[in-house]
C-alpha cells in the first residue's frame, strides 16, 4: 500500500490500541491481507496479559505498529476488531483507509427483544454465548424448559434496577452476595458491559467452593476478565473493591440478612436484595394481642416472613439508606416475589433506629441482621 494509506492506517491503529486499554471489552482481531487475488489471514488473541499475532503459520508477540509493517507489501487489509459488543472494521488499499463501528447491542430504545410473549433485554441471539455457558440455553439455540422460571428471574431483576444502573458514571463496582450459580452475576454484568456500554467491575462471594469454581470457569469461556468470584462467608467478608451496586437474590433465610449485611458495612451506594425463605423470627417473635389469630400455624409463619422482610427495611432505614419493597415478579414464577431496593443518602435515621428497637422490645425477636452491622439503640 502507498505511505499516505499506510499513515492513515497507522492513525486508525493508534485509535484502537486506545480503545483496547486494559483488555476487559477485547475478544479477538481477525486480519486478511490481500495480494492480487491471494488472501493471506491473520489473527490476534490474548495470551494470558499479552496479545500474540498468528500469521503465515507462525506465532509471535504483537503490537500495533507490526501491522502497519506488515501491510506496506500488500495491496489491501481488512481487519476486524472484535470487542464485547461492538467489531470494529478497518479496510485500507491505496484509494482509501476506513473505520466504522458496528454495535451487537445497540443502546437504542428498542434494547428488548421478545422470547415467547415477553421482552428481555439478556437477548437471544445476542446474547447467546452467555445464555448457553449458564445453561439457559441448549446448544440447539433454545431456550431450556426447566430454566425458563429462572431466566424470567434474572432478567426481570435486571429489568427493575435498569434505570438506575443507566444513570451510573465511571467504573460501576457490582458485589453479587450468595450468589450461588451466578445466574444474576452473569445477566447483570453482560447488561452493564454489552448493551450500556459501561465500565464495571463484578465480584461474586459464595461459601460453596463447588459454586465459586464453576463461575470462575464460566468467567473464563465468556473472555470476562472483568468479573472476580471469592469463595467467603459473607459474615466475615472484608470487601476488596468497595460497591457502587450490591444485588442478592434468593439468598436462602438469614443468608439475605448477611448479604444486606456485608452491604451495609462496606458503604454501598444501593442494595436491590429479593429475599427467599424465613424461618429465623417464626420461632422467636410474639405478640400476645395476636395469639388467637397467631395459633394458626400458617398465620404465624405468613406474618413472620412479613415481619421479617418488614425489620430488614427499617433497618436498612436506621443504617442511612432510604428504602422501597415492590413486587419482583409474578406469584406464577416464585412465592417470593418481593425486591428490597434501598439507596444510601445518609440522612440521619435516629426515628428508624427507636422504632425498630421499640418493636424488638415488643415482640422479644432479636433478628440476624441487627448483630451483622451492629446497631446499638439512641
Same mark, same amino acid.
Given at each position: 500500500?502507498?505511505?499516505?494509506?499506510?499513515?492513515?492506517?497507522?492513525?486508525?491503529?493508534?485509535?484502537?490500541?486506545?480503545?483496547?486499554?486494559?483488555?476487559?471489552?477485547?475478544?479477538?482481531?481477525?486480519?486478511?491481507?490481500?495480494?492480487?487475488?491471494?488472501?493471506?489471514?491473520?489473527?490476534? !488473541?490474548? %495470551? =494470558?496479559?499479552?496479545? *500474540? &499475532?498468528?500469521?503465515?503459520?507462525? $506465532?509471535?508477540?504483537? #503490537?500495533?505498529?507490526?501491522?502497519?509493517?506488515?501491510?506496506?507489501?500488500?495491496?489491501?487489509?481488512?481487519?476486524?476488531?472484535?470487542?464485547?459488543?461492538?467489531?470494529?472494521?478497518?479496510?485500507?488499499?491505496?484509494?482509501?483507509?476506513?473505520?466504522?463501528?458496528?454495535?451487537?447491542?445497540?443502546?437504542?430504545?428498542?434494547?428488548?427483544?421478545?422470547?415467547?410473549e415477553r421482552q428481555y433485554?439478556?437477548?437471544?441471539?445476542?446474547?447467546?454465548?452467555?445464555?448457553?455457558?449458564?445453561?439457559?440455553?441448549?446448544?440447539?439455540?433454545?431456550?431450556?424448559?426447566?430454566?425458563?422460571?429462572?431466566?424470567?428471574?434474572?432478567?426481570?431483576?435486571?429489568?427493575?434496577?435498569?434505570?438506575?444502573?443507566? !444513570?451510573? %458514571? =465511571?467504573?460501576?463496582? *457490582? &458485589?453479587?452476595?450468595?450468589?450461588? $450459580?451466578?445466574?444474576? #452475576?452473569?445477566?447483570?454484568?453482560?447488561?452493564?458491559?454489552?448493551?450500556?456500554?459501561?465500565?464495571?467491575?463484578?465480584?461474586?462471594?459464595?461459601?460453596?467452593?463447588?459454586?465459586?469454581?464453576?463461575?470462575?470457569?464460566?468467567?473464563?469461556?465468556?473472555?470476562?476478565?472483568?468479573?472476580?468470584?471469592?469463595?467467603?462467608?459473607?459474615?466475615?467478608?472484608?470487601?476488596?473493591?468497595?460497591?457502587?451496586?450490591?444485588?442478592?437474590?434468593?439468598?436462602?433465610?438469614?443468608?439475605?440478612?448477611?448479604?444486606?449485611?456485608?452491604?451495609?458495612?462496606?458503604?454501598?451506594?444501593?442494595?436491590?436484595?429479593?429475599?427467599?425463605?424465613?424461618?429465623?423470627?417464626?420461632?422467636?417473635?410474639?405478640?400476645?394481642?395476636?395469639?388467637?389469630?397467631?395459633?394458626?400455624?400458617?398465620?404465624?409463619?405468613?406474618?413472620?416472613d412479613l415481619l421479617t422482610?418488614?425489620?430488614?427495611?427499617?433497618?436498612?432505614?436506621?443504617?442511612?439508606?432510604?428504602?422501597?419493597?415492590?413486587?419482583?415478579?409474578?406469584?406464577?414464577e416464585t412465592p417470593k416475589?418481593?425486591?428490597?431496593?434501598?439507596?444510601?443518602?445518609?440522612?440521619?435515621?435516629?426515628?428508624?433506629?427507636?422504632?425498630?428497637?421499640?418493636?424488638?422490645?415488643?415482640?422479644?425477636?432479636?433478628?440476624?441482621?441487627?448483630?451483622?452491622?451492629?446497631?446499638?439503640?439512641?
Amino acid at each position: 500500500m502507498k505511505s499516505n494509506s499506510i499513515n492513515k492506517l497507522g492513525f486508525y491503529l493508534t485509535m484502537l490500541s486506545s480503545r483496547y486499554g486494559n483488555g476487559e471489552y477485547f475478544i479477538e482481531m481477525k486480519i486478511n491481507f490481500k495480494s492480487g487475488t491471494k488472501s493471506f489471514p491473520a489473527t490476534v !488473541k490474548k %495470551d =494470558g496479559e499479552e496479545l *500474540v &499475532l498468528t500469521f503465515s503459520g507462525a $506465532k509471535q508477540p504483537f #503490537s500495533w505498529e507490526k501491522l502497519s509493517d506488515i501491510a506496506k507489501d500488500y495491496d489491501a487489509m481488512q481487519l476486524v476488531y472484535k470487542e464485547r459488543g461492538t467489531d470494529a472494521i478497518i479496510n485500507a488499499d491505496d484509494r482509501n483507509v476506513t473505520l466504522r463501528y458496528d454495535d451487537i447491542a445497540p443502546i437504542e430504545k428498542n434494547t428488548t427483544a421478545t422470547v415467547g410473549e415477553r421482552q428481555y433485554l439478556i437477548a437471544p441471539p445476542k446474547a447467546n454465548d452467555l445464555l448457553k455457558e449458564i445453561g439457559i440455553m441448549g446448544q440447539n439455540g433454545k431456550i431450556k424448559n426447566d430454566m425458563i422460571r429462572k431466566y424470567n428471574q434474572i432478567d426481570h431483576f435486571v429489568e427493575l434496577i435498569a434505570d438506575y444502573l443507566k !444513570k451510573l %458514571d =465511571g467504573k460501576i463496582e *457490582v &458485589l453479587d452476595c450468595a450468589c450461588g $450459580k451466578s445466574y444474576l #452475576s452473569f445477566a447483570l454484568n453482560y447488561y452493564l458491559k454489552d448493551v450500556l456500554k459501561k465500565d464495571c467491575h463484578v465480584t461474586g462471594v459464595d461459601y460453596s467452593e463447588i459454586v465459586i469454581e464453576a463461575s470462575k470457569k464460566s468467567a473464563k469461556n465468556l473472555g470476562y476478565t472483568n468479573m472476580t468470584f471469592v469463595k467467603a462467608d459473607l459474615t466475615t467478608y472484608k470487601v476488596e473493591r468497595k460497591p457502587d451496586v450490591v444485588i442478592s437474590l434468593h439468598a436462602c433465610d438469614t443468608a439475605t440478612d448477611m448479604a444486606i449485611g456485608a452491604a451495609i458495612n462496606a458503604g454501598a451506594k444501593a442494595i436491590f436484595a429479593v429475599p427467599c425463605c424465613h424461618k429465623e423470627l417464626l420461632s422467636q417473635y410474639s405478640y400476645e394481642p395476636f395469639a388467637p389469630l397467631l395459633k394458626y400455624g400458617i398465620f404465624k409463619a405468613r406474618q413472620a416472613d412479613l415481619l421479617t422482610d418488614s425489620l430488614r427495611c427499617l433497618l436498612l432505614e436506621a443504617s442511612g439508606y432510604s428504602v422501597t419493597a415492590q413486587e419482583y415478579i409474578s406469584p406464577v414464577e416464585t412465592p417470593k416475589n418481593l425486591l428490597i431496593k434501598a439507596f444510601k443518602d445518609g440522612n440521619n435515621r435516629k426515628k428508624a433506629t427507636r422504632e425498630y428497637f421499640e418493636l424488638k422490645k415488643m415482640l422479644g425477636i432479636t433478628p440476624k441482621l441487627e448483630t451483622l452491622i451492629k446497631l446499638e439503640a439512641e
